[in-house]
């Protein structure tokens, strides 16, 4: 059974709370995605399936998987009482209308309690409801930069602009708290049956998820460095980015952790027949030997400080005589966390992302064959996730949905 089977959520189009609504979806939630008359304007953004411009967008099949589209137009008296009839009937709402639009409608929480008193009402706004910022717009890349996490996103080389993380992860960071508190508000309903009002911050999502970055500047008032492929730190660190046999790049990552792990290290090195390369490498054999060894005693214990760096200079010497894939799949096999650099394209075909599962087809019935999507972002193997279904055309289950509630065709034509 899906965690959130028997659920229904209210979802207000709007790309920026568009993975919350596929997150409980894939859940097991009965989501009811309400779209404007015209629709989503996500069901526009490139790219098209099949390369066809103008057709069916890819980005918005993946946002709205396992859910259903209904057309209300809320600004219409019959699209207001319509959208009375589903909130009746749901339990969760989540919305992204600008501040002060719903009250304006009649639609706001203290509104919407009338029909459905235990209703939990998640709103996802750039600053939240009641900040002084909140009527300021924002995008994906504004909540991203004024939030922090793209000060921390970049090169060594600081000619370089901050750089923001592809995929809308401002409005993806926002979603993810956003069910958190839906599923934090529904097991709360489970205990007291009481509903409530919820306000997400797309800004303060974006700040606490920087890392050490804020409690830096917040604690220490330093400012972290954005540094390649690495943790950006108020110091500059060590590389680890290195170009392999191959001209392709891996990541040297972390060194071991343990005694055995230094060992087995050095053991790779001889194998590989590359020790006498690095006089160095008699540390990492000390380092077998001892009956512990932290990050803690760096710059404390010389033998210690002596060993993490030649295990530094190993990974390098191993990468650069490696292939990529080869130096990711020796580093595997004695648990030292690497990685060699893919493509979005070659991560999707990845062996370890096919073994884990990851691509899942999901049935397009208007298509000839099933179409492959990303999977789970997580695993829970007792309360199973699944894509239900393909993202729906607009308006495809008016009828289903509002028959049930009473909402006739005619009333449900004039709320469109």
Known sequence: MSALQGTRVVELANESIGW?????????????LVEAPGGEPSR?????????EGGESLYFWHYNTSKRSVVLDLDKPAGKEAFLALIASADVLIESEAPGRLSALGLDYDDLVKAKPDLIHVSVTPFGRETSRKDEPATDLTILAGGGPAWSCGYDDHSIAPIRGGGNQGYQTASHYAVMSALTAIFHHGVTGEGQF??????????????MAS?????EQQTVIRQTGRHAMPMMTMPVQVQC?????ATTGMPPRSPAGFGALYDWLVESGLEDQLPEAIFLEMARHRESIGFADIGVDDEVTAAFSAARDALQLLAENSTAEGFFEGAQKINITVGAILSPEEAYENVHFKARGYQVEVDHPERDAPVRYPGAPYKLPASPW??????????????????PLGVDA?????AR
């Open 44 to 52: 526009g953004y490139a790219p098209f399936a099949g390369d066809e």
């Open 386 to 403: 699944r894509i239900s279904r393909r993202a729906p055309a607009l308006g495809e289950h008016d009828d289903e949905v509002f028959g």
């Open 20 to 32: 919350a609504g596929k997150l409980m979806g894939d859940m097991g939630a009965d989501v009811i």
């Open 245 to 249: 046999k191959d001209g392709r790049y």
């Open 215 to 219: 409690y830096f500047y917040l604690i």
């Open 410 to 414: 005619a009333k449900l034509a004039e």
């Open 198 to 211: 919820i306000d997400v911050s797309m800004h303060a999502a974006a700040n606490v998820t920087t890392e």
